[in-house]
């Protein structure tokens, strides 16, 4: 459909479509659905409702994310529409499906290993990096170690290959 | 008000609003000015991991006092915002921990600052998830899960230059000795916590002291540091009644909103 022209109510599915083309601005090779902020796309009257949800607190790509969305749509001819937060459920780095890992991973970030999630309270192991295996996204080895919790988008922690001794990212697991 | 009145103020007659708003001050404005001192660090740290820690450690505590103050505007109802609250009050109505206004130094005390916030952060956060407002529940659901990383990484530093050189043991323990005084405030509530935890809305300051004591020394102990034994604990920060660096942290915070209201950019 030619941008900027004025459209009738599309389909929730036809929104959701165009949100799957818009990269997340951090990592662009994920979408923001592949991210798994997009909670709910809903018509309520005349006006399209989309609801996102921000991965960590204090993302500063949140605030470019409703930007891209309001952006996107107004040019698909959506005048009438509204962008609520919502916070819960909290978003978990489990909504990654397995199409976006293997996005990331041929990007060279290290995807989020299923199950290692941050687990607050009693059950949390010591370190959250103890017993956890990260796959080096450039050379496949299992001989990595973690350098810090914290890496260069709130998302990601900085790890390093102890074969081909490349750092690299890893999208953790929250 | 000084410190010493604290303890003897009048029974309270905050309406349910009224506690909340101030709980909400209190638990955000925590938040805000920890993640501002350790964003002091940014450029400065030892290095480049540990710079781009503390930037994403701030930049979690200052998004959830964000989420905080933004939900005490809208309880207020006054028509402030979270920048509003966050850069046009002046020291005496911010309700932090003294220890999150403690300055830097070095980065012993940085370090042990942290853990000692983190480990209570956790059990409020905790508490907080499980509270009668739904409003108070998600915020902290969402929070928590990033101070699980905030607590992971300081208390792995903790035991790393604790029980690491001789120099940085030295330092470390210095850092606790210096920092311990602060460490009665968080488990000591006044009416409004009463009020709150009556309500259901937070936990009861003191509840979280057995969880962040048995972390605490399990996690010292291992960094072989020696708990001081003092019992001379100050407190008063969520009363309004702070020490002069949270005074200093407020001139070089608020600078631009103070010096042009309303900038936009």
Redesign the interface.
């Given at each position: 459909m030619p941008h900027g022209e004025t459209v009738d109510r599309p389909a929730t599915a036809q929104v959701w479509a165009w949100l799957a083309e818009l990269p997340d601005p951090e990592i662009p090779v994920i979408s923001l659905t592949d991210l798994g902020i997009v909670r709910d796309v809903a018509w309520q009257g005349d006006t399209l409702v989309v609801t996102v949800t921000?991965t960590?607190?204090?993302?500063?790509a949140t605030g470019i994310i409703t930007l891209d969305i309001e952006r996107a749509l107004r040019e698909r001819g959506i005048g009438k529409l509204r962008i609520d937060r919502q916070?819960?459920?909290?978003?978990?780095s489990d909504w990654l499906g397995p199409e976006a890992r293997e996005k990331l991973r041929a990007f060279g970030i290290a995807p989020p290993v299923p199950g290692s999630?941050?687990?607050?309270?009693a059950a949390?192991a010591r370190?959250?990096?103890d017993g956890l295996s990260v796959a080096c996204p450039r050379c496949g080895s299992d001989r990595t170690e973690r350098?810090?919790?914290?890496?260069?988008t709130?998302c990601k922690a900085?790890w390093r290959c102890r074969d081909c001794l490349e750092p690299f990212d890893y999208f953790?697991c929250? | 008000m000084s410190a010493l009145t604290e303890t003897t103020m009048p029974e309270t007659t905050l309406s349910a609003d009224a506690v909340l708003f101030e709980t909400l001050l209190r638990v955000g404005d925590s938040a805000l000015i920890l993640g501002h001192r350790v964003s002091e660090w940014c450029g400065h740290a030892p290095t480049l991991?540990?710079d781009?820690?503390q930037?994403?450690?701030a930049?979690?505590?200052?998004?959830?006092a964000?989420?905080w103050l933004g939900l005490a505007a809208e309880v207020e109802g006054a028509g402030r915002d979270a920048d509003a609250l966050a850069f046009r009050r002046d020291a005496g109505g911010f309700r932090n921990l003294l220890l999150a206004e403690q300055p830097n130094r070095d980065f012993a005390v940085t370090v042990m600052r942290q853990f000692l916030f983190d480990a209570w952060h956790?059990e409020l956060?905790?508490g907080l998830a499980a509270s009668t407002d739904?409003r108070v529940?998600?915020?902290a659901?969402?929070?928590?899960?990033?101070?699980?990383?905030h607590l992971?990484?300081s208390e792995?530093l903790v035991i790393g230059l604790g029980d690491g050189t001789p120099e940085s043991h030295a330092r470390m323990q210095a850092a606790l000795t210096r920092l311990w005084p602060f460490t009665g405030e968080p488990f000591r509530g006044d009416a409004t916590d009463a009020a709150a935890a009556e309500a259901g809305i937070a936990p009861d300051p003191a509840a979280l002291e057995p969880g962040w004591r048995a972390r605490v020394e399990a996690v010292l102990a291992e960094a072989t540091l020696t708990l001081p034994d003092t019992a001379r604990f100050r407190s008063g920060g969520r009363s309004g009644v702070h020490g002069e660096a949270l005074g200093l942290l407020l001139a070089e915070m608020q600078f631009l909103q103070r010096a042009y209201p309303d900038a936009t950019w």
């Amino acid at each position: 459909m030619p941008h900027g022209e004025t459209v009738d109510r599309p389909a929730t599915a036809q929104v959701w479509a165009w949100l799957a083309e818009l990269p997340d601005p951090e990592i662009p090779v994920i979408s923001l659905t592949d991210l798994g902020i997009v909670r709910d796309v809903a018509w309520q009257g005349d006006t399209l409702v989309v609801t996102v949800t921000p991965t960590y607190s204090g993302c500063p790509a949140t605030g470019i994310i409703t930007l891209d969305i309001e952006r996107a749509l107004r040019e698909r001819g959506i005048g009438k529409l509204r962008i609520d937060r919502q916070l819960s459920p909290p978003w978990t780095s489990d909504w990654l499906g397995p199409e976006a890992r293997e996005k990331l991973r041929a990007f060279g970030i290290a995807p989020p290993v299923p199950g290692s999630a941050a687990m607050p309270g009693a059950a949390r192991a010591r370190s959250l990096a103890d017993g956890l295996s990260v796959a080096c996204p450039r050379c496949g080895s299992d001989r990595t170690e973690r350098l810090s919790q914290f890496g260069s988008t709130p998302c990601k922690a900085a790890w390093r290959c102890r074969d081909c001794l490349e750092p690299f990212d890893y999208f953790k697991c929250i | 008000m000084s410190a010493l009145t604290e303890t003897t103020m009048p029974e309270t007659t905050l309406s349910a609003d009224a506690v909340l708003f101030e709980t909400l001050l209190r638990v955000g404005d925590s938040a805000l000015i920890l993640g501002h001192r350790v964003s002091e660090w940014c450029g400065h740290a030892p290095t480049l991991e540990e710079d781009i820690a503390q930037a994403n450690v701030a930049l979690d505590l200052i998004g959830q006092a964000t989420l905080w103050l933004g939900l005490a505007a809208e309880v207020e109802g006054a028509g402030r915002d979270a920048d509003a609250l966050a850069f046009r009050r002046d020291a005496g109505g911010f309700r932090n921990l003294l220890l999150a206004e403690q300055p830097n130094r070095d980065f012993a005390v940085t370090v042990m600052r942290q853990f000692l916030f983190d480990a209570w952060h956790a059990e409020l956060l905790a508490g907080l998830a499980a509270s009668t407002d739904p409003r108070v529940a998600e915020i902290a659901a969402k929070a928590r899960k990033e101070v699980a990383y905030h607590l992971d990484r300081s208390e792995t530093l903790v035991i790393g230059l604790g029980d690491g050189t001789p120099e940085s043991h030295a330092r470390m323990q210095a850092a606790l000795t210096r920092l311990w005084p602060f460490t009665g405030e968080p488990f000591r509530g006044d009416a409004t916590d009463a009020a709150a935890a009556e309500a259901g809305i937070a936990p009861d300051p003191a509840a979280l002291e057995p969880g962040w004591r048995a972390r605490v020394e399990a996690v010292l102990a291992e960094a072989t540091l020696t708990l001081p034994d003092t019992a001379r604990f100050r407190s008063g920060g969520r009363s309004g009644v702070h020490g002069e660096a949270l005074g200093l942290l407020l001139a070089e915070m608020q600078f631009l909103q103070r010096a042009y209201p309303d900038a936009t950019w």
